[in-house]
């Protein structure tokens, strides 16, 4: 086989969680064949629990520190560019930036860039309570980001993490948050929901999603794929 046939080397820091680094290598493997091309990946195992706890801290100088020392790691492995596969860590892109000895494919610059092209002006966030209450971290400026009540913002944490826990999509959890977001669409006038943790991509489809919404793992995966070719 010709190493023409490869896309450029993705580093991929796995374990944030498990199901979520699956799901990414999984979608990019069925891309790149799609593309004709051969997926062209190493990967560096992150502790889940390190980074929830420097989210849970603050501590985005912590976090970047760890999340680049990773980044170096997969840069003498070969990786050409680098790709957290979640939200969470996020709270520190702009420290990890500076820091990494690789180009990132940022998915915060993702959701923006969508939002932005859809003329989006009031939505929402599902994710982690971090996520959600933080607005995404404070990053999304320049529209209205509407914060549920604090027993929904409970609720939507509390199905995440057992999301995340589970590693798949489970439908009881699909169908609660389905209804969360046709009652913020209606009481709060929410012109769409974005998904900003990777384990919706697991639970929600362009098959089985009956609501206007922004699913940050595939608009993610999709920038990867243009910075891999």
């Known amino acids: 086989m010709s190493d023409a046939t490869l896309g450029r080397c993705i580093g991929l820091i796995g374990g944030l969680g498990v199901g979520a680094s699956v799901y990414y290598y999984q979608e990019l493997a069925k891309a790149h064949a799609a593309n004709g091309r051969v997926l062209n990946l190493v990967m560096a195992h992150a502790h889940v629990d390190r980074v929830l706890g420097a989210v849970q801290a603050g501590d985005k100088d912590g976090l970047a520190a760890y999340l680049a020392a990773l980044i170096a790691r997969l840069k003498a492995a070969g990786a050409e560019f680098a790709v957290v596969p979640a939200v969470a860590p996020h709270i520190a892109i702009a420290e990890l930036i500076q820091l990494s000895p690789l180009p990132i494919v940022n998915l915060i610059e993702e959701l923006k860039r969508e939002i932005g092209a859809r003329k989006l ?5 599902f994710g982690t309570r971090f996520a959600v209450e933080s607005q995404l971290f404070g990053h999304l400026g320049g529209i209205e980001v509407i914060t549920p ?8 944490h509390s199905t995440y993490l057992k999301l995340v826990g589970a590693g798949a999509g489970l439908a009881p959890e699909r169908d609660g948050l389905s209804r969360l977001a046709h009652k ?5 006038r929410v012109q769409a929901v974005v998904l900003a943790g990777t384990e919706l991509a697991l639970v929600f489809d362009e098959n089985n999603t009956d609501f206007p919404n922004i699913n940050g793992a595939r608009l993610h995966l999709s920038a990867i794929m243009r910075r891999a070719a």
């Open 149 to 156: 009540q604090p027993d929904e913002v409970d609720y939507i």
């Open 121 to 125: 002006q009031r939505v929402a966030l």
């Open 184 to 188: 913020l669409m209606e009481r709060d």
